[in-house]
């Protein structure tokens, strides 16, 4: 566990805070080798319907990896290998989540941090938000399986405009990207959207969210054909739950419905 990295729950929803505001919430190693632990406890809690990410502080979301520390732990290609499976894990984690994600984004939301965001099913910002892929002016290479992240959000000719020019993008420009689904003006309205937003998720369906993401990940995948048992399998459980009862009931009887995952 990290000090740099704020995790609770309440009412259905997980929040994780990238708390490390003097770095710009930049993720250092330790904060690497700790997200995997907490992205497998939102996954396996039947508790937890929903995941918002976001950040500490007034000026950043997230920056991206904690670059003072590539002088010690990623300045050979061995370092680098080691240091790119910490975050790989978390990629694979986060990508493979079940449950809808949710990142709040404000100021600065780079690098490593702007793929946090494109991970995210739903992602809101402040007008004062700026994003993108400062890799080329640092000398680093953007990863495959990062330009894919990029490539499935804007296509591939912004991709290669965000990657290529290591520009930053900001307001009604993120917006008109396809970079985020919602611009609101500041903290506070970004707070309250949130809000409202996780707690829609947290009162719907589990399992027919459930066969939602499994489908998205289906109709994204890149190492083969989308795997359509495992979307029909998905959605014969929704067929199948107590939940399905109850959402037809519900509609019935003209009250919120009650679902418990089952």
Known sequence: MTELIRF????????????NPRRLNAVNAEMWQALPGLLARVAEDPAIRVL??????????????DISEFDTIRAHPEAAARYNAWQRAVA??????????????HGY??????????????RIC?????????????????????????????????????VLLGRQYGGEEILQLGLVQRLVADHAALAAAVEDMARELAGNAPLSLMAAKIAFQEVTRRDGPADLARAQEAADRCYASADYVEGRVARREKRKPVFLGR
């Open 8 to 19: 609770g729950v309440a009412d259905g929803v997980a929040r994780l805070v990238f708390d």
């Open 52 to 65: 918002v990410l976001a950040g500490e502080g007034e000026r950043a979301f997230c920056t991206g990896n």
């Open 92 to 105: 694979e984690a986060l990508q493979g989540m079940l449950k809808p994600v949710v990142a709040a984004i």
């Open 109 to 122: 939301c780079l690098g490593a941090g702007f793929e946090f965001a494109l991970m995210s099913d739903i």
């Open 126 to 162: 402040t007008a004062d938000a700026r994003m993108g892929v400062p890799a080329v002016k640092l000398g680093l290479p953007y990863r495959l399986e990062d330009i894919i992240k990029v490539v499935d959000v804007v296509g591939p000719a912004r991709a290669r405009e965000m």
